[in-house]
């Protein structure tokens, strides 16, 4: 199911409708953007594949060329133009029109047939193609604002997002990203040296069947019993 319909008319925009679908495809994926010359497959029935994908869109693109309204088509009930954007403006679909060039004009209510005088009142976008990009991106922008389910494929990560790598671990292994608190570290058999938290730090290595490690204040005992000769060692002093 596409997430963005391209609606466009051949001879007057269809350039620029294929370089949108290539560039939102390459953003958000094949399948989120419907363009009729791409996406309908040869032998499929084309009145059901356009009314049924601008029903499943999100949004609709409409390219308006400097010609568009010039067009005698737009005031034939069966012009496939205007049949698309009047079938999303039924469902409730946004149309977002989108100028094709410095040519391309704001839509105006006199130049429009009644059904379609309401996208008048539509806020539009720009698209030079001598300078595209910046007018896609803000395309993009906006799309990503009206529908969430998109996600751009070539955004920068967020600051917020935290990669942490593992190597071979054995037991439980716990990653976070904001910590608040104290943090407790429980380290078994460990037979090299070990070095966790900020501020100063120190390695200290571990070897034989047990260790102690005191800094600070200590003012109890400290009672170790190693292996199984039954004596009690008394390291309190």
Known sequence: ??????????????????????????????????????????????????????RRSAVLLAV??????????????????????????????????????????????ADLPAELKRLADYQSVRLDLGDAKPDLDRIADRLT?????????????????VNNQMGEVHGTAVQSRDITGDVGTVVKADHGQFNLGKGDQRNVHFSGPGATYVEGINNGGIRHRFGDSGTDGDDGR
């Open 1 to 54: 199911m596409p997430d963005v319909f391209v609606n466009y008319r051949t001879g007057d925009g269809d350039k620029t409708a294929v370089v949108i679908e290539r560039e939102l495809s390459h953003r958000f994926g094949e399948d989120a953007v419907f363009r009729a010359s791409k996406s309908i497959k040869p032998g499929e029935r084309y009145p059901e594949a356009l009314l049924s994908n601008v």
């Open 64 to 109: 308006i060329g400097p010609d568009w309204t010039r067009f005698p088509a737009l005031h034939d009930e069966n012009d496939w133009v205007r049949r698309e954007i009047l079938e999303a403006l039924a469902c409730g679909i946004p149309v977002i029109p989108v100028l094709d060039g410095r040519g391309a004009e704001r839509l105006r209510i």
């Open 145 to 161: 604002e009206l529908v969430p389910t998109l996600r751009d494929r070539i955004a920068p990560e967020s600051s917020a997002t």
